[in-house]
C-alpha cells in the first residue's frame, strides 16, 4: 500500500536535494517515506526502472545491481503505507524542482507544485503561478495526494464506527501506518486480493471489474454451478 510521487526537474543534485529535504520532513511527521533514485541518470528515459532505494525512516539504504521496476521495490518497503518519492518519475503526480524557465514551462496537470530554485524562476512562471509553492506548501501538497489515494479505499460514510471522528481522521491515521484501510467498518470487500501474501486494498470500482471478468469466465466453464454466491482463485503467475 503506497502512494507514489515523483520529483522532477532539470537538474539532479537540486532533485536529490529537494527530495532529502522532503523525504525527512515527511519522515519526522510519522510518515513512513522511501525515496527512490535512478542510479543511472542516462536511464532516466526509461521511467520505469530504478536502482537504488533509500528508506528514510530506518536510515537504510539499499543498493542493488538488477534493475527494478516500482512493483518490485514494495518488497523493500514495510507493509504499512508507505509514500515513496521517485527521482524524475512523471507518470504520477509530482513536484517539479525549478531551475530554468524550461522547468517551469514543463510542468502538466500531474504536477501539484513547482519549487523555485530562485527569485528569478517565479517571474518567469505567471502561467503556472497557483503551482509556485515553498517547502511546506510542497509537503501540503504530497499530504493531500496521499490522503486522496487512502480516501478511495474507505466507504466515505463519516459513520464513526471506526472510533475516528471521520474518515479523513482515519485516512490520517493510515497514512501514518498506524491503521490500515480494513479498520473502515462500512467497507464493503467483494474482492479480497492478496498478492505474495500482502493484502492489496481495492476501490469499489476495481472490485466490481474483478466480479464482472470472474462471472464471465465461470459462465463459460464446464461443471460450475449456475450462480454462484463465493469463489476462491489461487494463480501461480511463474
Known sequence: ???????VGSRREARLKLMHIL???????????A????????????????????VVSSSTFIRVNSKLSL????GFIPGKWCLVLVEGYKAAPHVVVASSEADVNGADARSIAIVPLSDDIKHLAAPQMSKIVDINEALKAIHEVMLGDIMKLLALENCGECGFNNCRALAEAIARGEEDPVKCIKRRESVKLVVDGELVPL??????????????????LKGVPKGPKKIFLEADLH
Open 1 to 7: 500500500m503506497k502512494t507514489v510521487i515523483g520529483v
Open 203 to 220: 476501490n469499489q470500482f476495481t472490485s466490481k471489474m474483478f466480479v464482472q471478468v470472474l462471472k464471465g469466465l465461470l459462465s463459460i
Open 71 to 74: 512493483n518490485d521495490i514494495k
Open 23 to 33: 523525504g525527512n520532513k515527511l519522515a519526522n511527521k510519522g510518515y513512513n517515506v
Open 35 to 54: 525515496l527512490v533514485f535512478q542510479d543511472d541518470y542516462n536511464s532516466i528515459r526509461d521511467s520505469n526502472v530504478f536502482l537504488v532505494v533509500d
